[in-house]
């Protein structure tokens, strides 16, 4: 990874959408959390957050290859989120940035989450929104065709009653659905959305403003971003 040999994290840091969604962790926090990051793909996500939280987290994905720098910041455990290796009551906060959505039987996995988290303690979860007209336009990463066919691909499995994770869509869940899975294991929960899009779009209030006048989220929303706490 490129940039300062000694912070190998600083260009990554840079992340808005991280850092948006570590900023509304935040303002859960007891002092010095413990927080696990579940489905943190090669440590990478894990190791940027501790750094931008300053606390420890530990990572967990199903990939068998955890990047050498990301094993020197945190701890990382190749694990199913199914089957969490961890005690009862383990951790603080449990961070999840969509992962969800590409795991099967997702309610197994809201369980297990639900079980290592402690009394008191949190949930912060984001998923793709299966409401969305749109998907894919804040991607770094691809083209303005790849973008273009991604969602006409969504569209045709739309039509064909197929947009859903478990038939190989990368769909994600309502956000009826997700708050329904989150109750049946947390008891207090807690919509996010319009907050994450209000800190990553600090810029652009009145146009927020005026989706959420018109209550029109649900389908502009590309993703859904949800708290749930253990009381």
Known sequence: MDGNPENPWACAVG???????????????????????VGCGDGTEAAVLAELL???VVGVDVVDR???DAERR???????????????????????YHALEHIPEADKALREIGR?????????IGTPNRSRLLGYLGSRDASARDKVMWNLEEWLMRVR????????????FTGSELREMLESDFEAVEDETSAYYALLYARHQWLLATLERLRLGRYVY???YFAAERT
């Open 66 to 68: 955890f990047h050498p």
């Open 161 to 172: 009653g197929r947009f859903r994770n478990e038939l190989g869509a990368h769909a994600g």
């Open 54 to 56: 300053d606390c420890e």
């Open 116 to 124: 290592v988290v402690r009394p008191k303690g949190s949930l912060w």
């Open 74 to 96: 945190v701890e990382l455990v190749r694990a199913d989120a199914r089957q969490l290796p961890f005690p009862d009551n383990s951790f603080d906060v449990v961070f999840s």
């Open 15 to 37: 992340d808005r959408k991280l850092e948006a969604a570590a900023h509304l962790l935040r303002r859960r926090f007891r002092d010095s959390p413990r927080i696990l990051a």
């Open 222 to 224: 590309p993703a859904i």
